[in-house]
Every structure is written in C-alpha cells, then in structure tokens.
C-alpha cells in the first residue's frame, strides 16, 4: 500500500510561479510512475503531466506544456510539480497520483493511488 500527501499549494497571482509536493510512503515508490492531475470547479479531474519511475521520461497536457516541469527524488520518495507563468484557468486542486504497472499514462483509471489533493488558486 501506498500513500500519496500533496502540499505546496496556495494563492498566487498570475504570472507566479508555485511547487507542489507529494510525498509517498512505501517502499516501492521508486517503481512506480506518477502523474498530476486536477480538477476545476464543476469541471472533470484532467491529466496535467506524469513522469516515468526513473524520472528518465515525462509527458504533460498540452495546456501546461513549456509552463510546468514534473520531476522526482526517488530517495525522498517525492514527486514535484514546478508550475510557472500561471494563469487563472490553472486554478484546481491538484492531485499526485501513482502507477504500479505500466509506464506514463494519461487516464485516470491507470493509476492505483491518489493524494488527497491541495488547492492551487491563482487570481488575475
């Protein structure tokens, strides 16, 4: 069993930049992949980004693509999201979430393990 706490959020302004955490228990962290999602008021969770368990290969939204970086310290068992130039519409709670099997992947239903989540508002 793996558990996944996200922190880091918070209220910015547009044009900020913001890091968000997520820190794993378990011994297996190391194996697994991990994504970002978020979700918007009345909107569905969407995929931001995920990175492989190497760290070797990462893939994001085209929505956040050249703004934010995924990456991973395998020996902190954490996963950061560094989210810059932001925007209003990137207002969401934003979850980390873990693979066991299989490598990135963009559908919610690959992963097995969620965060509960941390808000990230951004106002204009």
């Known amino acids: 069993q793996v558990q996944l706490v996200e922190s880091g959020g918070g209220l910015v302004q547009a044009g900020d930049s913001l890091r968000v955490s997520c820190a794993a228990s378990?011994?297996?962290?190391?194996?697994?992949?991990m994504g970002w999602f978020r979700q918007a008021p009345g909107k569905e969770r969407e995929f931001v980004g995920a990175i492989s368990w190497s760290g070797g290969n990462t893939y994001y939204a085209d929505s956040v693509k050249g703004r934010f970086t995924i990456s991973r310290d395998n020996a902190k068992n954490t996963v950061y999201l560094q989210m810059n130039s932001l925007k209003p519409e990137d207002t969401a709670i934003y979850y980390c979430?873990?693979?066991?099997?299989?490598?990135?992947?963009?559908?919610?239903?690959?992963?097995?393990?969620w965060g509960q989540g941390t808000q990230v508002t951004v106002s204009s």
């Open positions: 378990g011994r297996t962290f190391s194996n697994y992949a």
């Open positions: 979430a873990g693979r066991r099997l299989g490598g990135i992947s963009t559908m919610r239903n690959d992963y097995d393990y």
